[in-house]
């Protein structure tokens, strides 16, 4: 079974564009959700969907959107890059929703916004 | 402010030592506490995880030690190999939040050979 993949790998953006990065989650699983990792910050959650639906959001400023497709594909948008907003943008899927379902991540898209 | 406090930041044993890694929560209403793996390169992946309701779970050679009162649980590698050479992350997530999960800060292991 395929794992999960995210396009691009690596991305380069300036200040003040937006950018979408996308998630192909594993085949069968109806949850996505995103982290971001720095170095500074560690990883934190971003949002989580579920069957399309936004089901969890963290403390990320509106400027970070997401959605997901009836097909469970997922992709995150982020408005007005800031410096701040270079990091790995991790996805994850998992067949559910609930409490001890295991995530599987997958390898990350780096941005870096110069 | 953080939720899950992870240390230490770094760790460096020797081939066959067992390191320790620990983790203190402040959220009593989490109750699942999953541990993963990264390599450079690489996403998090899930190495064990352990609820509440037991004290201690062994997978392998990866034993999670858990003590609600304290609000602590720990990681702790049996015979470290080179391989096991990566960052550790402990978390933590409750049951009304799905697959929400808080992080620790992480912890990057060198086992030198």
């Known amino acids: 079974k395929a794992g999960v993949t995210q396009t691009p790998r690596y991305l380069i953006k300036t200040r003040g564009q937006q950018v979408t990065l996308s998630c192909s989650p594993i085949s069968g699983h109806r949850s996505v959700s995103w982290y971001q990792q720095t170095p500074g910050q560690g990883l934190q959650f971003l949002f989580e969907y579920f069957s399309e639906t936004q089901r969890n959001k963290g403390n990320f400023p509106g400027r970070f959107s997401g959605r997901q497709f009836s097909n469970s594909r997922s992709e995150m948008n982020v408005s007005t890059l800031e410096l701040g907003d270079s990091a790995l943008y991790l996805c994850a899927s998992s067949s559910l929703d609930r409490v001890g379902q295991t995530q599987y991540f997958g390898p990350g898209t780096r941005l870096l916004v110069l | 402010q953080q939720q899950v406090k992870q240390s230490p930041q770094s760790l460096i044993v020797q081939k066959g030592g067992i390191p320790i890694i620990n983790c203190a929560y402040e959220n009593t209403a989490f109750d699942y506490f999953p541990w993963y793996q990264q390599f450079p390169g690489k996403g998090p992946a899930l190495l064990i995880a352990i609820r509440p309701d037991v004290s201690e779970k062994k997978e392998g050679r990866f034993t999670i030690s858990f003590n609600k009162s304290a609000k602590q649980f720990s990681l702790h590698i049996m015979d470290s190999q080179p391989g096991d050479s990566a960052t550790y992350f402990c978390?933590?997530?409750?049951?009304?939040?799905?697959?929400?999960?808080?992080f620790g800060g992480g912890t990057r292991l060198m086992v030198k050979p």
């Open positions: 978390a933590a997530s409750k049951d009304n939040a799905g697959n929400m999960l808080t």
